[in-house]
């Protein structure tokens, strides 16, 4: 069984542009969570998309938005890029709904560097 | 919120000890799970443990919890190179907070 796929795995933007990166989760898997990590604020929670629907979302401003498709694929999308908005972006896929018990399954991330 | 926070950040091993790194969080919780991650890379799960549970293993692997205290251990047992990595507890509250809040991980390096 394939795993997570993340696309595009590194990507350079200038500030003020914006970006979408995508998230293919494992087949079957209906739940994907979006997590930003960085040196200085660790892993943080960005949102979780279930059957097409924002369960989740953390505290981020409205620039960062996302979706998920019929096909539990989901992007997320940065608007008006910020200098720390550099980060990895990982996200994870689960049967359930996260922290219902359901292992998170990540993928390897995409590297966002703003310069 | 719910936040795991390890303890301590930086450990450094010969191959062939234990390591042991502790996590803890301050509300309620259903699940903690403790995640790997080997160089920036993505997460792999290790081992989840539900807040009915005290300890669970796996592999070499030993978890503990403890829901009076609200914190919980992880134990490597007979390190090998490979578990070189950064190492996550992450918390799942109960319904209504469903979100995983993790820690800000503890760095092991296993020197051969």
């Known amino acids: 069984k394939a795993g997570v796929t993340q696309t595009p795995r590194y990507l350079i933007k200038t500030r003020g542009q914006q970006v979408t990166l995508s998230c293919s989760p494992i087949?079957?898997?209906?739940?994907v969570s979006w997590y930003q990590q960085t040196p200085g604020q660790g892993l943080q929670f960005l949102f979780e998309?279930?059957?097409?629907?924002?369960?989740n979302k953390g505290n981020f401003p409205g620039r960062f938005s996302g979706r998920q498709f019929s096909n539990s694929r989901s992007e997320m999308n940065v608007s008006t890029l910020e200098l720390g908005d550099s980060a990895l972006y990982l996200c994870?896929?689960?049967?359930?709904?996260?922290?219902?018990?359901?292992?998170?399954?990540f993928g390897p991330g995409t590297r966002l560097t703003v310069l | 919120s719910q936040q795991g926070e390890e303890d301590p950040q930086a450990l450094s091993i010969q191959e062939g000890e234990n390591a042991t790194m502790n996590c803890s969080y301050k509300?309620?919780?259903?699940?903690l799970q403790w995640y790997r991650q080997n160089s920036g890379r993505g997460l792999v799960h290790l081992i989840l443990i539900r807040s009915n549970e005290r300890e669970k293993h796996s592999g070499r692997l030993r978890v503990t919890l403890d829901t009076s205290k609200k914190s919980s251990s992880l134990l490597i047992t007979a390190s090998r190179a490979a578990d070189t990595a950064s190492y996550f507890c992450a918390t799942a509250g109960y319904y209504g907070n469903n979100r995983l809040a993790f820690g800000k991980g503890n760095q092991v390096v296993v020197i051969p």
């Open positions: 087949s079957g898997h209906r739940s």
């Open positions: 998309y279930f059957s097409e629907t924002q369960r």
């Open positions: 994870a896929s689960s049967l359930a709904v996260a922290g219902d018990g359901d292992t998170q399954y």
């Open positions: 509300t309620s919780i259903n699940n």
